[in-house]
């Protein structure tokens, strides 16, 4: 945004348009003299539009538009900068989100459980504003994809990194849990919650699901569990990353609800159930408007003169004009 410290200056500007006017256009301009054409008796002189013609235009184009620039440079240009500064830190979210095979059954069409699952955490970052985010990843082994940042954008495209079957064959649900309660240990956050969403049953990883929500109770971590999918045999292709086969095929399984719930009791979070995208979205609506804190911030303006910038442009430009009329072209007067 640009401001200026005396605007009433601009009223110069309505003094150029009658100044190009006289100055070019004006029949009764100086610079002319009578001459009878009976006496010449020659072709009417009529300038050419070429190169000497171009210079002539560019450069008196040139000068005015840096007469312009001088007029608003007087007025005190400057860029004016409103930027939040919050006092009270928000709320440390990490997202531990399953990529074992399963995840691309496609029950939550037209997108599988991962790509739908993908979907609600992007919308659900989108609409936080000052709270640390971070991401885990598992599989049949347990990842840290991002820590807890406020570059929602970097966390943005890592999560759209990520693919099924990238973490092996396998569902480490404990493995991932621990990862998150292992960054956010440090944390000075009041309030510091974990979202797990899965559609298996923990069969892989050297630490127990029980075992992870008793570290995440010692933290004061609150964990939220999510349960995708339906009973039922479920259309599932996915690709494997590693040899770049595709896979075909039905499949039938439900995530560990009992499990889910108390993973999530025992740490004084939520289980949901997500079944369809409707629902999903519903859930994470719903962990969305239980997990907000009051922040206090304030605005910081920020001002920065750019009339020197201004002013040198329009120099260049007037010098521009200077060097097209009086050594290109070599005008006399």
């Not at 990862?179 to 899965?198: F, G, Q, V, W």
């Not at 303006?301 to 020197?308: A, G, L, M, S």
Request: proline share 5%.
């Amino acid at each position: 945004m640009i401001t200026f410290i005396h605007p009433g200056l601009l009223l110069l500007l309505s003094f150029v348009p009658p100044l190009i006017y006289l100055r070019h256009f004006w029949p009764g301009r100086g610079g002319r003299f009578p001459f009878s054409f009976t006496i010449w008796q020659k072709e009417i002189f009529r300038p050419g539009f070429g190169l000497t013609r171009i210079l002539l235009v560019t450069g008196t184009l040139a000068f005015w538009v840096g007469v312009t620039l001088f007029i608003l440079a007087l007025s005190g240009p400057e860029l004016v900068k409103r930027k939040k500064i919050y006092l009270t830190r928000g709320i440390d979210i990490m997202f531990v989100l399953d990529e074992s095979p399963s995840m691309a059954a496609r029950d939550f069409s037209p997108d599988n459980r991962f790509e739908a699952a993908v979907k609600v955490i992007e919308s659900f970052v989108k609409g936080r504003d000052h709270d640390p985010v971070g991401l885990v990843g598992f599989g049949k082994d347990a990842v840290l994809e991002v820590p807890p940042t406020l570059d929602y954008s970097f966390f943005l495209q890592q999560l759209h990194s990520l693919k099924v079957m990238e973490l092996g064959n396998g569902t480490a649900i404990g493995m991932g849990i621990a990862i998150a309660c292992l960054h956010l240990k440090n944390s000075t956050a009041k309030e510091k919650i974990i979202i797990l969403l899965t559609d298996g049953e923990n069969n892989a990883g050297e630490i127990t699901p029980e075992t992870a929500a008793e570290i995440a109770a010692s933290l004061g971590v609150k964990i939220f569990t999510i349960g995708l999918g339906t009973n039922g045999e479920v259309p599932l292709e996915y690709t494997d990353p590693r040899t770049g086969k595709t896979f075909k095929g039905m499949y039938e399984g439900v995530y560990d609800a009992a499990l889910l719930k108390k993973i999530a009791e025992s740490t004084k979070g939520n289980f949901f159930s997500a079944a369809t995208p409707g629902a999903l979205k519903n859930v994470i609506s719903s962990i969305d408007s239980l997990e907000r804190i009051e922040m206090r911030s304030r605005v910081k303006i920020e001002t920065k003169p750019v009339h020197r910038e201004i002013i040198l442009i329009g120099f260049l430009l007037v010098l521009y004009n200077f060097f097209i009329r009086k050594w290109l072209l070599r005008e006399v007067v």
